[in-house]
Structure formats: C-alpha cells, structure tokens
C-alpha cells in the first residue's frame, strides 16, 4: 500500500524550507517570531504563534527527513536523527543519551509516551523552586488541549509481550501500573518508533505543528545551527547561525535571524550551550547545572516464549509503583518501563563480547528487557550533571553518579528482577558488568545484594535530557519566569526541557507541549497587543 | 594503502564466484580516505565477535570484511570530538610506546594470538584506569554497532524489519 509523505507534498505545495547543505551565500531573515528548535517546544510555539497571525520562523540544526527516508535501519535512523549519531556520552562516557536531531527533534524518534507532569513534581517545584501557576489544575486544560492536537490516546490494542510482561509481573506483586497513553493515529503497531514512524502515524511535531505552521506561511530552516545569541543591555537583536552541509559541518554560508521575539527550544544541552556561548547574563550562574538526565539502569530476563521485543508499540505500560515511595525530595525514585529491541541497540547496552555476547543476542527473541529511569533533581544528593561550552563552543556534560544513585540503582536492579521473575522470566541477567543469567529470584536477589556498581562497568543509558535553564520566579533559582520569559533579555524566552527544575519522573514530551502551549499562547497575545497592522 | 579486504579477500572472492553467489555485497557507501586502521580491527573483530562470525571460513571472511567496512562508515558519522579521540586510542594501539602504555607491554597487536588479545581485553575490561576501561568500552560499542547494523548479520537472531 503506497504511504503518502506529507513532508514531500508540503514541500511541492510551496511550503517555505530552506536547507542550509544549498545555501551557499549569507542571508538574512526577518519575522515576528525566530524559534530555535523543532521539536516538541519549539513545534507547539510555532504552531500557536502562526495560527495567532504572527511571521513565524523556525530553525533546526539536524535535517528535514520523512517518512520516505524511514528505512527501519539503525545504520540510517541513528545517523540521521539522533544527536551524534546516537553515540552521545556524558564526558566520562559513562551515560549513553539518546536524543533527536532533525526535524521535529526528538518528537521524530521517541516511542510516543504521553505523560502528563505527576503532581509531586509540581508541588515540589511550587514548593521549592519558587515557580507559580503550573499546579496540576492550571496545567490540565493546557494538556487536554495538546491531547486532542496529538491524538494523544490510551493504547487500546493489546501491550506486545515486552510490555505484558511489566504488566504481569506488576499484576503478580500487586504493584501499580498503568496503560500508557500515545500520540498516535492509525498506528500499524510496527515498533520502529525510534527510527522515525515510517507510516506518519506518530503524530510528531514532523507531521502536525510543522506543517500546519509552513502552510501558514511560516518558514522552516533545516540544517542551520544558531551558534551566537546577539545582545546589548536587556534586548536581543538578533541571533546567529551557520549554514551546515550534509555532513552538518559549516559551508562557510551564514544565516542571521532578526524578530521582535525570539525563543529558544533546542531542547536542555544546546540551550543552555547556545546561552552560554553568547555571554548571556546569568548573575547567580544558573545556565547548565542541574541538567537531569533520568538515568537508567537495564535488566534483561529470557523467557521461554517469544517476546518480539522489536513488535509492536514500544512502550504500552509503565509501572509508578518506585517513583514516589518516599516522597518527592526522599530517597530517589524509579518509574519502571521496557524499551523496544533492535539489534545496534541490544548488542551496544549489554555486556562482555565474544561467545557469551553471542548466545544472548542469538536469544533476541526470547528476550524482555526493563528499565528503571531514575528521577534525579530532587533529592539533595542527586542534583543532576552540568553543562560547560568547550574552546571550540561545543559542549560537554559531566554528570556525577553519586553514591545515592547507586542506592537506587541497586534498589532498581531489585526491583526489575522481581518483577520479570514473577512474570514467568526463566533467567535474570542485571545488565553491569560481573553478572550473569541467574535462574532463582533468591539468587538473583542476593547476587544483585553483592554487586559492584560503578560508572562503565554498570549500563546507564537516558532519553530524557532536562534542566540548565529553570524556570520559576525567584532570580537566584531561575533563569526565566514561569511562563518562560527571560529574567533579563524581555523578548526573549525559553519553550522546552531545559525550564525544568527537576527531572520530571514521567517521560517529558506531554509537559513540553502543555507547558509551551500555555505560555506561547499567551506570548501570541502579548505580541498581537504590539504587532503594527500590516 | 587501501586495504579492503585485508583478510584474505582474494580466497573470499574467488570462493564466491565458484559458488554463483556473491557473498559480499556492500550496501554502504564505499571509504574513499585512506584507511589506516583496518589492520588493527582486522585482529580485533575476530576475537569481539567470537561466537557471532560464521564459522565457514568464506562467509567468516566476508563478514569481517563487511564489519570492517561498517566500521569506517560508523567512523564517519561521529561527531569530530569522538572520532578525535578514537584516532587517538587507534593511533596508540599502533605504535609500541602507545600499547605499552595500554597494554603493558610492547608487542604490536598485530602480532598477538586471539588467546592474547582475550586478555588484553579482559585487563582493560577489569582494570581501574579510567583509560583502559574507555578504551575497551570505546572498541567494543564501535565494533558491536557495525556488526550488527548489517542486515546481513541478523540470520542467528531471527530479526527482520516488517515489509511496509
């Protein structure tokens, strides 16, 4: 059956696109609005902006790819989409994170998980980070709305067997779980999610807010990368950007971007960069600490019947039985999902090489595998990583594993055992280095009492990258106001994860689109007050 | 020196030519630069991937071969700051002041047995120097990723992409 490309259609409509690989002189560009970043901030703030009648540009580093580019290949998706190739590390390679660079940011590659922000994440941020009117109540309406947008839906096939079996095990313990709600529609429930939806089900910011933006007139601009913020006392006049070739290296062409407001939404590392490098003010030196990552820790179990761990909708049921056990800033937290398999991604996140590596990738199918995403941010002994701007203007991330995170992490690796026993797992394998497949939940239990857990020789991965640019009312604590407006540059604002000041303990994309559809909105109006008649 | 097939190549060729079949089909692009380091993941790629290789020496061969190959396009798509630092584990590997400092001793990879190539990994893999330990999760991840990212390589874990 023969799958229209809506990108491809949009673009032999007229649609405004330029790509920085052909650009091959400096130019400049003028609209009302310049939003750096496509994905699910800088996506929501187009769409609203534009529908408000406002000129609207949008800029994204990473190329525009569609669903005819969506080959299903981990050799073409992660060179394609991913941030480095899917090969980004913290400094100390210790953490691997996965996160989108093209069009549509990591809306394009993530498994459509649609949380709304849990209410202990905002009572902790109205209680300690000084951030006002984003309680549960204020934020419902703003989520309802993007729901609708989205097609955001609970899951209503059945889980595939990865995910039934977080779901029998859970049933088994009587821990808590929930059917996960996704922003999908006529999905085909292939799995291949994560290397961009290659039958435009997933409702991305690729195949909705973009589009419906560029049919407003609006102008999207892929592979040009902002680089320098200008500004001089508490105004932005402009920022600039590099035209990049196919390789994402400078032609030498550069793009300079002027608007009446400007928003940042290159996601929480090459926000906080990008504010960095240009010297923004930062008087209680805020930008790129507290950069949360919800570190996660895997656990793989071979079960005697077929798992397809690749088949169908990755991620259908989570398990919020760990987050909140201990209350928001106690004990860290762990919220338990399973992750699809392919096979870059199996052989890269397991252990050891040579015979032992090979029979467990020979077991592909026969293997399920759960995570525990660690909420970092709230206890005072997980503060997150921190960002710094390289020589080059690059970035690096450090991000200490402290000694309460390896309290949690074995907590984790627990948990996850008992679990995938109690669904029927015939072996356990706590993916770090030293263990091996144990067939008795007591064993398993005592071995994971003993392990060494370190950074390299323990797998930690995240796909949830926050933080370095928070949000909330007091200057000493934030960067920007509660509705995203700089602190000190008035026709600035930041629209994406970097505004959290914590992690979250829920996958991010649903806050990103409430958050930034409440605050867009009511930047449109501000704006509109202002606008000269055409 | 360009040396795509630096394992016996010639004897895979004519070994899929008697047969009707070309085992070696490369789908990727071809590296034109110079690939310097082949030699080195030539002996390296055997002993990581122990147990996934065919064991029929022609296909064996012409999976390395294909990995080999995969691991110069994975080279090309990292960013300048990761391959900056492969090149510079890679350059160390091969030359002997380099490997005596990550290996502890000097004699070349090149001319270790797999046996001796197993311990060196176990060292790195066990040891408590951040480097060694970078150096082996570094090789591997690089290694594991090309063989894996080739559909041709998929036949023992019963994976394939739905038809769409």
């Not at chain 1, 400049?28 to 750096?36: H, T």
């Not at chain 1, 996506?43 to 080959?71: H, M, N, W």
């Not at chain 1, 790129?288 to 919800?294: P, Q």
């Not at chain 1, 209350?327 to 338990?336: F, R, S, T």
């Amino acid at each position: 059956m023969p799958i229209n490309d809506p990108i491809a259609e949009g673009l032999a409509a007229g649609w405004h696109h330029l790509d920085g690989s052909t650009m091959t002189e400096d130019v400049q560009l003028e609209a009302d609005v310049v939003i750096i970043g496509s994905g699910a901030g800088g996506g929501t703030a187009a769409d609203i902006l534009s529908e408000a009648g406002l000129k609207v540009i949008v800029v994204e580093a990473g190329p525009l790819k569609s669903s005819s580019d969506f080959d299903m290949e981990e050799r073409t998706a992660y060179p394609n989409l991913y941030q480095q190739a899917a090969s980004m590390k913290t400094s100390d390679k210790a953490i691997g994170i996965f996160q989108g660079r093209a069009v549509g940011g990591s809306t394009t590659i993530n498994w459509t998980t649609s949380i709304r922000t849990p209410e202990p994440t905002l009572e902790f941020w109205a209680a300690e980070k000084s951030v006002s009117g984003l309680s549960r109540n204020e934020l419902d309406p703003w989520f309802e709305a993007m729901e609708n947008k989205l097609s955001i839906r609970e899951w209503a096939l059945s889980p595939n067997a990865n995910n039934d079996k977080l779901k029998q095990g859970c049933e088994q313990l009587g821990w808590e779980y929930t059917v996960i709600k996704r922003n999908v529609a006529a999905c085909w429930n292939t799995g291949y999610c994560g290397m961009g939806c290659p039958v435009n089900a997933k409702q991305s910011m690729l195949v909705t807010t973009l589009p419906a933006m560029m049919t407003r007139g609006g102008t999207l601009l892929s592979r040009v990368k902002a680089v320098q913020i200008e500004h001089h006392k508490d105004r932005v006049f402009g920022i600039r950007a590099q035209a990049l070739n196919e390789q994402l290296k400078p032609t030498g062409a550069s793009v300079m971007l002027k608007g009446r407001h400007y928003i940042l939404a290159g996601g929480a590392i090459h926000t906080p960069t990008l504010m960095m490098r240009s010297g923004v003010i930062d008087p209680y030196e805020l930008l790129g600490k507290r950069t949360f990552l919800h570190p996660t820790l895997l656990s793989g179990a071979l079960f005697d019947e077929t798992i397809s761990a690749h088949s169908g909708a990755p991620q259908s049921i989570y398990s919020d039985e760990f987050v909140w056990r201990d209350g928001a800033a106690g004990k860290p937290g762990y919220k338990l999902e399973v992750p699809p398999l392919h096979p870059v991604l199996l052989a890269s996140k397991t252990i050891g090489y040579g015979r032992s590596h090979a029979e467990l990738m020979e077991q592909f199918n026969q293997l399920q595998v759960t995570i525990a995403l660690v909420r970092d941010g709230f206890h005072p002994k997980l503060e997150g990583g921190r960002l710094s701007v390289k020589a080059d203007g690059s970035f690096s991330l450090d991000y200490p594993l402290t000694d309460t995170f390896w309290e949690t992490a074995r907590d984790a690796f627990a948990s996850m055992a008992e679990l995938q026993f109690a669904a029927g797992a015939q072996k356990v394998l706590p993916i770090s280095e030293g263990m091996a497949m144990m067939g008795s939940w007591k064993q398993t239990r005592q071995a994971i009492a003993d392990m060494s857990l370190a950074p390299l020789k323990t797998v930690v991965a995240s796909a949830h990258v926050m933080g370095g640019c928070p949000l909330g009312e007091d200057r000493q604590l934030a960067m920007v106001d509660s509705h995203g407006r700089s602190h000190y540059l008035e026709n600035l604002s930041v629209m994406d994860g970097s505004v959290f000041p914590s992690s979250l303990g829920a996958n991010p994309q649903l806050t990103i689109y409430g958050m930034t559809a409440r605050n867009a909105t009511r930047l449109a109006g501000e704006l509109l007050k202002t606008k000269s008649p055409a | 020196m360009k040396r795509r097939h630096f394992i016996t190549g010639a004897f895979a060729t004519t070994a899929a030519l008697a047969l009707g079949v070309s085992l070696y089909r490369p789908e990727l692009e071809p590296v034109d630069a110079e690939d310097s380091h082949r030699a080195l993941f030539a002996v390296l790629v055997p002993v990581l991937l122990d147990g996934a290789l065919p064991r029929m020496s022609s296909p064996r061969e012409a999976a390395i071969n294909r990995t080999l190959d995969a691991i110069s396009q994975t080279l090309t798509v990292l960013p300048q700051s990761q391959r900056d630092e492969l090149e510079l584990l890679l350059d160390g590997l091969e030359n002997r002041l380099g490997v005596l400092v990550l290996t502890g001793s000097m004699t070349p990879l090149l001319l270790r047995s797999p046996e001796q190539l197993v311990v060196m990994l176990e060292s790195w893999r066990d040891g408590f120097l951040e480097m060694q330990q970078q150096a082996y999760y570094g090789l591997r991840e690089l290694i594991m990723a090309s063989y894996y990212s080739c559909p041709e390589h998929w036949g023992t874990l019963h994976y394939s992409k739905p038809k769409i």
